[in-house]
């Protein structure tokens, strides 16, 4: 028991941006930049794709922590989507927070296609970060977990 | 269920290193509806591709998933291969497992174990994935150009240089626009009419260009290769294709009171007027408010007058349809109203300026001939004051722009250059906060007007100016860097005014549904890479309306604005990208929450007769999506609560679906 | 007031202005007052009441009532003008088919509160001044006004209508209500305190879909959790995830478009506080967008379909809300 606490291994589930974040996680690629294979990532076209349920379904089905990387504001492909992100995301996590769940397991960054050492760095922060709160247990749904 | 294929790419030794290729295709071997896998040492090379494609063939694949390198990297490779076997383009899902995965993950179980999660996920979409068409729409060869000033001649000339028709509308009596009322131009002091009036000449007598003139754009409707547009063409009450421009009219109408607007209300026209000599179309115009005929019915001098018969005082407004491919938006701008700045007493004394009026002060065709007199007394000026930034970078007190009106100090350094050189006996003071001259001889030519002209340059802000009863004006300001507070008797003060969007741009902004800043200036579709397009397709900038700039910037946006609207215009028909919303019309609230996120303006709404399952219709309100507008960003299908919009190619249940893999126990 | 709105119905409908009439019918007891359409004077003056017990946002009734032939003549409460002009903003009621009628409202109990605070055998209740009566089984027993409202009326919004065609006596104010004060003290607690508020709340949901049901920002032509399409359908929470899950999603659904009835609480059987997750939404776009009050203004745009370059970023939640 005490062997698998300090293995915890968190399930993180990274939605990026197909323009910025995504293009910003193949240069950590390219320049080798390693961060946890606990991270995987799903391609979107633009933050604002991001809906609320599938942060809810992740942790649903045994995630331990979810990340939202988009472009920078000011900087979306589509102009104003991140903005929309922004504002969706924010008033998310604060009712996540209400509701007593630790706010962070969730969060928003911004990495653009030339932050590859950025989106390195800040995997190996959220990982750290939920590693450090361990496993996922007020969002959970017992039966994905058998 | 599908029948799906999966492909492990070693990348030489770039996966394979670090990720175990034949456990990945093995092991997903075992997921559901996986017919076949395999694993190859480059699966982008002809013979790779072969592979997918044989496989395509002989195992009758409906999905394929490649575990390989970025889909930014070969994506559309292995869609192309598909399709060449036959199998829609979008069937075809990337696992990105070099990038993502073997080149960032030192430990080769970890990476295989990764590896396996993103394969399983891709197959999870794939699934879900259905075929996806591209569709195509016609292109009208043909652009309108909103606005007649240089901005909106440049472009409209450079289209009609390629080949495409060009409309301009300009609300105008004439093209021309701002330029037509400068004097000197900085930073070369060439008079603004000699190189201008040629270029609308050129318009004139272009055969692809048509110049509405008088004219505004009513409603626009359509999208990108596809605008109708209704122009209404005010009635001038004269016959542009009888009128001469000889001006007789002009000359005899017995309404001389009326403020001209071409100089600023610096002096008076008629009530039927030609707004300057060198005017694109040079015909007459009645102006219907001050008019004695079109107002009681009395006169008709201007119509006896006429030996051409041009004068029709019955004319209506006419409204023109048309068709366009591409429209530029080249609406310009706007001194801002200096009522809120009483401090200056623009109000109170009539010797206080703005700078464009300070343009027609010194122009040769202005109401003085060109001489510098002061406008209350007809004197000759010694003491001028030249204050900047007046509105300019500073929103905090709620009367002024933050932004730099850009322009200011160098018409401010041209005019106080210009006053020195004509009348050496004058002293000339110029307030500022900042003198910012970047760009080709700018700064050099403001520096000639404080080292060669002897402006006095003053780093402080002009707090007070307050008429005399003999005329003179008192000056209170400050410099900053001496510290100290200056009074200055003088005789004219010149108000630099804050440039504003023209007040047409917002309302036609929402015709076209295309977006502005919280200034009303236009917004590109990206601010560095697509600066002179809109974010909505067809749309395309030219000028000022999407910013302050000068004319050599003006001039140059214009010609880009020209070079996107005709590499639209030359092509027969658009593709579009598939991936793009839909909207279930069962599910639709049509509660416009999708319009409202809408960048491209793609979405529509409509009263739909719908049979309702007890066997009475009822009408409806719902969205639909134009796939040709659509550039699919997704903002919608978030704003829709009810989940009627969806995404093609990045669907909810698709997504979903990658969560599950992803999360998924072993 | 009763008899004024009857008189006016009636008036309207003899006159053909109206067709039918939306408002509240009398129940087998004085407190099981429930929303009704009235076609004729003969069933106006058979059931047609308006009392205390009036307490349902009668604006959601419109949105079928607008689309059937012919106009519609509606009572609405100031509140019930809030959810009736975000309808319309949401282009949800044929706004030509309605006629609104505003009717001032004092704060309407109803037999749970009564019932919580203990009286029992109610034929009727009436309401003077501040003095509330209730006629029981047991003789006359009375209460202050105070103590027989629900919470929502105490920290009432508005009496103020913001849309109708006609006004039944005075119109009110905006009033500054302390209807944030729950929510800041629930801020206040630590996450753990605040888990655990919450799971003793929402695990008692039954998920009878009440709440979703009487929302009139809940309007979807098909719901989310009906739609087994949407990947969340449920039809009862079989864990404690999916208790969450619904409340969450539903209050992101109609966040910037909530109008703060109250309907929620009010008819929800387990008296689990949801109103308290929407004014936490509300509260939020007030501190980081601005003042915004759904309902209140047709022209506002709603914060999530709105932007500033400027917006606070997410990572604000981490400093906000209790300690850890």
Known sequence: MQNEMTTFKPKIVAFCCNWCSYAGADLAGTNRLTYPADVKIIRVPCSCRVNPMFILRAFQRGADGVIICGCHPGDCHYTTGNYYARRRMTLL????????????????????????????????????????????????????KK | MQRIGVFVCWCGSNIAATVDVAAVSDTLKNEPGVVFSTNYQYMCSESGQNILKDAIRDYQLTGVVICSCSPRMHEATFRKAAAAAGLNPYMVEIANIREQCSWIHKDKAAGTEKAIILGRAAIAKVHLNAPLTAGESPVTKRALVIGGGIAG???????????????????????????????????????????LTPKMVDCAQNENISIYAYSEVEEVKGFVGNFHVKIRKKARYVDTTKCTGCGLCTEKCPVKKVSNEFNLGLDNRRAVYIPFAQAVPKVATIDADHCNMLKSGKCGLCAKVCTAGAIDYKQKDEIIDREYGAIVVATGYQPIALDKYDEFAYSQSKDVVTSLEFERLTNAAGPTGGTLLRPSDGTHPHTLVFVQCVGSRCEDDGRGKSYCSKICCMYTAKHAMLVREKYPDTEVYVFYIDVRTPGKNFD?????????????????????????????????????????????????????????????????????????????????AHPKLRPVESPTAGIFLSGVCQGPKDIPETVSQASAAAAKAIGLLAKNKLTCNPCVAHSDEWMCNGCSACEKVCPYGAITYMDKEFRMPDRTTAIRRVASVNPAVCQGCGACTVACPSGAMDLDGFSNSQIMAEVDAICKMK | MQEMMIAKARELLKSGAVQRVLGWKAGEFAYDVEPAVFESAQELEKS?????????????????????????????????????????????????????????????????????????????????????????????????????????????????????????????????????????????????????????????????????????????????????????????????????????????????????????????????????????????????????????????????????????????????????
Not at chain 2, 157 to 186: C, H, N, R, S, Y
Request: glycine content about 6%.
């Open chain 1, 93 to 144: 996590f604060s009712m996540l927070d209400f509701l007593g769940i630790e706010k962070e397991r969730t969060r928003v960054e911004w990495v653009s296609a030339a932050e590859g050492a950025k989106f390195a760095a800040t995997m190996n922060d959220f990982v750290a970060t939920v590693t450090k709160l361990g496993e996922n247990k007020r969002l959970e749904d017992l039966r994905c």
């Open chain 2, 153 to 195: 001649i440049q472009t409209a000339l450079d289209i009609a240089e390629a080949g495409f028709e060009v409309d301009i509308v300009e609300k105008q009596p004439t093209i021309g626009g701002k330029m037509t009322q400068l004097d000197k131009t900085f930073p070369t002091l060439d008079c603004a009419a000699c190189i």
């Open chain 2, 444 to 524: 050099e030519f403001y520096r000639r007007a404080v080292e060669e002209y002897g402006v006095h340059y003053i780093k402080g802000m002009v707090g007070k100016v307050a008429p005399r009863a003999d005329g003179k004006l008192m000056v209170q300001a400050c410099d900053l860097l001496a510290n100290e507070q200056l009074h200055i008797e003088a005789d004219m003060v010149i108000l630099a005014a804050a440039i504003e969007p023209d007040p047409s741009a917002r309302h036609l902004a929402t015709m076209l549904t295309a977006s502005m800043d919280t200034n009303d200036f236009f917004t590109e």
């Open chain 3, 48 to 324: 047609f009441v308006y009392n205390d017990f009036c307490g349902s946002n009668l604006s959601k009734y419109l949105i079928a009532q607008s689309r059937k032939e012919g106009k519609t003549l509606v009572f609405l409460k100031p509140c019930d003008t809030y959810s009736f002009s975000q309808l319309l903003a949401e282009h949800r009621i044929v706004r030509e088919n309605v006629y609104a009628i505003g009717i001032p409202c004092q704060g309407k109990t109803d037999g749970e509160t009564l019932k919580g605070k203990g009286f029992t055998g109610i034929l009727s209740a009436q309401c003077e001044g501040d003095t509330f009566t209730v006629h029981t089984l047991y003789g006359d027993k009375t209460a202050a006004r105070a103590d027989v409202l629900p919470e929502r009326c105490l920290n009432c919004k508005s009496k103020k209508h913001m849309i109708y065609d006609e006004l039944l006596g005075e119109d009110g104010e905006v009033l500054d209500s302390h209807r944030f004060d729950m929510v800041e003290k629930l801020e206040k607690m630590t996450p753990d305190e605040r888990f655990a508020f919450w799971r003793g709340e929402l695990s008692r949901c039954i998920r009878c879909n009440a709440c979703r049901n009487v929302c009139p920002a809940c309007t979807c032509e098909k719901c989310v959790f009906d739609n087994d399409a949407s990947g969340i359908a449920q039809k009862a929470a079989a864990d404690s995830f999916e208790e969450n899950m619904f409340h969450i999603i539903r209050a992101f659904h109609v966040a910037g478009r909530c109008t703060d009835c109250g309907e929620c609480s009010r008819v929800c059987p387990q008296n689990i506080p949801l109103h308290l997750l929407n004014r936490k939404f509300i509260k939020d776009i007030n501190e980081l967008y601005g003042a915004y009050q759904a309902g209140e203004d047709p022209d506002a745009k709603s914060p999530l379909t709105d932007y500033t370059m400027n917006d606070a970023e997410p990572g604000i939640v981490y400093h906000r809300g209790g300690n850890q």
